[in-house]
């Protein structure tokens, strides 16, 4: 199967602009978006990229498609400005029912856009800037054309930045790239995590593993959020190096027994996968009987896995040569880090993120002098900002993200 | 050591950064036999061979940490040659390419080297970077730092300019990235570099002229999804603070009490928000007892924020971004 293509099965993102949306590809599937209903079988066989118009309920693959060059306008040759010109309704003659009408006649966007112009009284007299603006405006209103793209960390924190911040901590996506860097993560090493931010932090750390090194992540509740790897359609070897744990064990690790696993490998069916929806008590506790009879359900094969891989993940963090610990969740920080710490190897990096300044604040106090093996203590937030790039009309964008969440990172060291 | 990965023990040979505080760390590669002079006396290298990374190593007048080196570390303690990026940009910067192991990312200039080791930190084991450096000097030196991290299979330096003669390369890339006095000569070299399957690209220009020739040029060459940003990294200090209270007279309810020794602990229960944080630290014990000596003066105790230095990066440069998707 050619990665490039669009092909049965596959997760990828509509795209239209800022706006993005999940959708899974399924050739008898219709969708329902902007208003419109079309079929999705249109865009399988196609590569990746490719931009596509709903015409007919169908998705069409967009031929001779246009670049929308930016006219060589500059200041200079505006003779005209708004001075005149008073807001009304009234000012485009089409009414909604004409546009809805036009619409069901199948005429195309640009079609219904001529007609709006050429409708608009106040059209003619605007500036060349004004009715370029409001051309591009009526353009991202009325024309149904989407390019289909394959989900990257960068577009899936985007999608959820934008939509559900607050599932994510409000991590936005500066931040994200920073935790990313000063823990080091890269294809080998060993993570430690800690987040409530629906699997977001946890798919970039595997995205960026590709299959090599080991993330045992932490947990509080009935199940680790992993939401979003969903998007991310990782292979099966990037899952086998990810383990679950729940916090509530942290305590235990130390005082459990040295010993090779002894549970049944059995058939291993698909990598259990972990929904909210699971209610498995079990994963309360740490079951460390041997299960005596391996040809038992499906249901209880899977437990037997999570318990191996449970036993196996804490085999691995009670060594203490963890690579990085990070911690992204809605859980007061300072409690996790101090009791994790320790499986951390000294002269390894520990990035923690919260959405808010304070709990960082005490997590520093009690790093920096309870005397917890932690150098180069420093707490951050960052402040970026996007710009309106055109011939004479570049600033920064009138919006501004307000807020970006805190990062604290250190260095562990041998105390 | 190596720069991809971790290891415990030191060993000659290794490039290892001496940490002494957070604002004074140096790189060091490591010697049999050799001394460093620096503010805590004399460091014997020797000392140091065969002891565990994160180590208290002693000199003559105090002592240092030996640490792992990362490409974070690097950043902020190599020898410049050039002014360089710092990790706010080259973070997202990694993120907004997309990159993970395996990609093929261009990179010019090389500069010194900053971004170099993020990009082969992103991208290994199974990617490769190939970096432009039209200074001879900067792209040998670049080149030898390489071999002595141990990532040079990850990277080709090239002695090249590209704005002038192209990257000689096409149909390979999966990013490219620019950082050059004028991008717009090297956009259209990039583009057939880049994979007909689709690409990303990065310009970082200190100067918004720039940025608008770069831009200009990025939609001609058909470039989508153009995005101008930049980010600045605010860092605070934490301390615990006092801060005193005002005299505002006597209340009625008072003048009945012995106000001399409540006087701490009551106003801080009245106060809202900030709270007295009990600490155990010696410090804060000390700025407890100085408080209750100086009843005259009562005061609230807190743990806070301040901003690091009172000037910060205001600017570092503008990242643009930019999709090619396939034709």
């Known amino acids: ?415 | 050591m190596s720069f991809l990965k971790y290891n415990n023990k030191i060993k000659e040979g290794d490039t290892v950064i001496i940490h002494l505080s957070h604002k004074s760390m140096f790189p060091a590669v490591i010697q049999k036999g050799k001394t460093l002079n620096m503010q805590y006396g004399v460091l014997k290298h020797d000392n140091i061979i065969d002891k565990t990374f994160g180590s208290k190593i002693e000199c003559s007048k105090g002592y240092i940490r030996v640490l792992h080196p990362t490409a974070e570390l690097w950043t902020v303690t190599l020898p410049h040659r050039t002014q360089i990026l710092y990790t706010t940009d080259i973070s997202m910067i990694v993120m907004q390419l997309d990159l993970k192991p395996g990609c093929v990312v261009l990179e010019s200039g090389t500069g010194s080297g900053s971004l170099s080791h993020a990009l082969i930190r992103a991208i290994a084991p199974t990617g490769h970077l190939h970096t432009f450096e039209f200074h001879q000097q900067r792209s040998e030196k670049a080149d030898e730092e390489f071999i002595s991290h141990r990532v040079k299979d990850m990277v080709t330096v090239y002695h090249k300019d590209v704005c002038s003669d192209g990257f000689g390369l096409t149909d390979m890339a999966d990013a490219v990235f620019l950082d050059l006095p004028h991008p717009w000569d090297a956009i259209p070299h990039a583009k057939q570099a880049l994979k007909s399957s689709g690409g990303r690209i990065c310009s970082f220009s200190p100067c918004i002229e720039q940025v608008q020739k770069s831009c200009s040029t990025l939609k001609e060459c058909g470039f989508s999804d153009l995005e101008t940003m930049e980010s600045l990294l605010r860092t605070y200090n934490v301390s615990t603070t006092k801060i005193p209270l005002a005299d505002l007279g006597e209340h009625e309810e008072d003048l009945e009490e012995d106000t001399e020794e409540d006087t701490t602990d009551t106003i801080t229960e009245d106060e809202k928000p900030p709270k007295k944080v009990k600490m155990e630290d010696e410090a804060n014990n000390k700025m407890a007892d100085q408080s209750k000596k100086q009843s005259e003066t009562p005061s609230v105790i807190f743990n806070t924020t301040q901003p690091a230095e009172t000037v910060q990066a205001g600017h570092t440069g503008f990242l643009t971004f930019a999709t090619l998707y396939p034709r």
């Open chain 1, 1 to 415: 199967m050619d990665l490039n293509t669009i092909s049965e099965g596959n997760q990828v993102f509509f795209k239209k602009g800022d706006f993005l949306k999940a959708v899974q590809i399924r050739k008898n599937r219709t969708l329902y978006m902007d208003k419109k209903k079309f079929s999705l079988a249109g865009v399988l066989g196609h590569p990746y990229g490719t931009k596509f118009q709903v015409t007919e309920g169908r998705l069409v693959k967009m031929e001779n498609w246009l670049k929308v060059t930016e006219a060589a306008t500059t200041s200079d040759m505006i003779t005209t400005d708004n001075r005149d010109l008073l807001d009304k309704d009234s000012n485009q003659k089409m009414t909604r029912d004409d546009i809805m009408d036009l619409k069901e006649k199948g005429a195309s966007a640009d079609n219904i856009i001529e007609q709006l112009v050429e409708n608009s009284v106040t059209f003619k007299t605007k500036t060349e800037f004004s009715q370029e603006k409001y051309i591009k405006k009526k353009k991202k209103k009325h024309l149904a054309e989407y390019r289909i793209v394959r989900p990257t960390t960068r577009l899936i924190c985007q999608m959820y930045f934008d939509t559900k911040p607050k599932s994510i901590c409000c991590m936005r996506m500066d931040t994200l790239s920073q935790i990313l860097s000063y823990a080091n993560v890269m294809s080998g090493i060993n993570v430690m995590l800690v987040e409530t931010c629906q699997g977001l932090l946890l798919g970039a750390i595997i995205d960026r593993l590709a299959g090599s090194g080991q993330v045992v992540q932490f947990y509080s509740g009935q199940a680790p959020p992993r939401q979003a790897l969903e998007y991310y359609s990782f292979a099966k070897d990037y899952m086998s190096n990810v383990f679950a744990v729940p916090l509530s064990l942290v305590s235990i690790i130390d005082k459990v027994k040295d010993e090779p696993d002894e549970l049944p490998t059995g058939n291993r069916n698909e990598t259990p996968k972990f929904d909210q929806a699971t209610t498995n008590k079990d994963e309360a506790k740490l079951d460390l009987q041997e299960s005596s009879d391996s040809a038992v359900s499906k249901s209880s094969l899977r437990q037997t896995q999570r318990e191996k891989e449970k036993h196996q993940a804490i085999q691995l963090v009670k060594a203490k040569q963890m690579d990085t610990l990070i911690v992204a969740c809605k859980y007061d920080p300072t409690p996790i880090v101090t009791s994790l710490l320790r499986y951390v190897a000294p002269s390894r990096p520990i990035v923690i993120y919260c959405q808010y300044q304070q709990p960082l604040v005490e997590c520093y106090m009690q790093l920096r002098y309870q005397n917890l093996g932690v150098v180069n203590l420093k707490l951050s937030e960052t402040w970026t900002r996007n710009y309106q790039v055109l011939p004479d009309r570049t600033h920064p964008v009138v919006s501004m993200s307000a807020a970006s969440g805190f990062l604290l990172t250190g260095t562990t060291v041998i105390q």
